[in-house]
């Protein structure tokens, strides 16, 4: 069983910046595919970026350029660095671990979820 635990969420204004951290237990963090999902209020929880255990990332639409992903497997973290945030990202933030070291934007392909950290985005 892996725990995968957030952090780093929190409001800032439009155009700021956060630092989000997923930390994993395990000794088999290296060979999982991470991603990040995020679920603004009242919709459905949607694919932000991926990194897989060969380092392949890939980023939604929304996000690219802004965000980005990366992996520290010797902490077992993943983090997700946020510039230029806006109004719309504001949601809570999840991390999910595929065992299969793939990465995806369907959540049915994860099978660990964190407890998700809240980021709001004033304007």
């Known amino acids: 069983q892996v725990q995968l635990v957030e952090s780093g969420g929190g409001l800032v204004q439009a155009g700021g910046s956060l630092r989000l951290s997923c930390a994993a237990s395990?000794?088999?963090?290296?060979?999982?595919?991470m991603g990040w999902f995020r679920q603004p209020p009242g919709k459905e929880r949607e694919f932000v970026a991926g990194i897989s255990w060969t380092r392949f990332i890939t980023y939604s639409d929304s996000v690219k350029g802004r965000f980005t992903i990366s992996r520290d497997n010797g902490k077992n973290t993943v983090f997700l660095e946020m510039n230029s945030l806006k109004p719309e990202d504001t949601a809570v933030y999840y991390c999910a671990a595929s065992r299969d070291g793939r990465v995806t934007t369907q959540t049915s392909r994860y099978d660990y979820w964190g407890q998700g950290t809240q980021v709001t985005v004033s304007s």
């Open positions: 395990g000794r088999t963090f290296s060979m999982y595919g």
